[in-house]
């Protein structure tokens, strides 16, 4: 078997976390007299997205992500808040939401059978461990390599150093899975990682990093590592 090792990310990849965070916006929404309409939940993904973005790169420490966001969303919208108050709202509501992507359970379920599979996340970790405890995917995971643990977050590639010496096996008998260009696939390829791109919207790769495999369905790599025996 060529990758018995399988290194998930879990935000976009196994879980939904944009639907997740729309969830938690909306429940959000009464509690601060905010009505979250398709614009402004548009706006918080950008804003989002650009954060953690900043956040890979480190730009921006995780702390400073958590407590600007909210501040910096409200002040789009000429709104005064208090950032910390309004992220810690969101994220006891977020870590309750458990949005899977499309076949995720059945692709882990099926990979479990030949395969032993990690987590790799930049992902806060109590939300982590809550939403795939209630979603009843942490069965199917070893261990989770949080950033928030390890000190280092993708793309560093003292990151995936960290899980390759931890795991102690061959970098080639392990494969990364993620949905993110500048985080997976750029880690994966400066640790020297095979990858595979989870590309379900199957968007345009104009960057210059380069997965080993895309895939658009979960399902397909079942199909992919399957035949790679």
């Known amino acids: 078997?060529?990758?018995?090792?399988l290194l998930f990310d879990l935000d976009n990849t196994i879980l939904d976390t944009k639907a997740n965070a729309e969830k938690a916006l909306h429940k959000m929404s009464?509690?601060?007299?905010?009505?979250?309409?398709?614009?402004?939940?548009?706006?918080?993904?950008?804003?989002?997205?650009?954060?953690?973005?900043?956040?890979?790169?480190?730009k921006l420490t995780r702390s400073d992500l958590?407590?600007?966001r909210f501040k910096l969303y409200?002040?789009?919208?000429?709104?005064?808040?208090?950032?910390?108050?309004?992220?810690?709202?969101?994220?006891?509501?977020?870590?309750?939401?458990?949005?899977?992507?499309?076949?995720?359970?059945?692709?882990?379920?099926?990979?479990?059978?030949?395969h032993r599979i990690f987590a790799?996340?930049?992902?806060?970790?109590?939300k982590q461990y809550n939403?795939?405890?209630?979603?009843?995917?942490?069965?199917?995971?070893?261990?989770?390599?949080?950033?928030?643990?390890?000190?280092?977050?993708?793309?560093?590639?003292?990151?995936?150093k960290y899980v390759v010496n931890d795991l102690n096996w061959s970098k080639s008998q392990m494969l990364v899975i993620g949905d993110s260009l500048t985080a997976d696939i750029s880690g994966a390829n400066k640790a020297d990682l095979d990858s595979v791109w989870f590309n379900p919207k199957k968007v345009n790769n104009d960057t210059g990093y380069l997965p080993t495999f895309e895939i658009s369905d979960l399902n397909q790599l079942v199909t992919l590592v399957d035949g790679q025996n």
Request: glycine letters at 2%; zero cysteines; proline letters at 6%.
């Open 1 to 5: 078997m060529k990758y018995p090792i």
């Open 30 to 58: 009464p509690l601060i007299d905010f009505p979250f309409d398709p614009e402004q939940i548009k706006y918080w993904h950008v804003l989002n997205d650009q954060l953690w973005e900043e956040f890979e790169q480190k």
């Open 66 to 68: 958590l407590v600007k």
């Open 74 to 114: 409200f002040e789009h919208f000429n709104r005064e808040v208090d950032g910390e108050k309004f992220n810690h709202t969101y994220l006891n509501l977020f870590k309750m939401q458990d949005v899977l992507m499309p076949h995720a359970q059945s692709a882990l379920e099926q990979l479990s059978h030949n």
């Open 120 to 126: 790799v996340s930049n992902g806060t970790k109590d």
């Open 131 to 160: 939403q795939l405890t209630q979603s009843h995917l942490m069965q199917y995971f070893e261990k989770l390599y949080l950033s928030e643990d390890i000190g280092y977050q993708k793309p560093d590639p003292t990151f995936f």
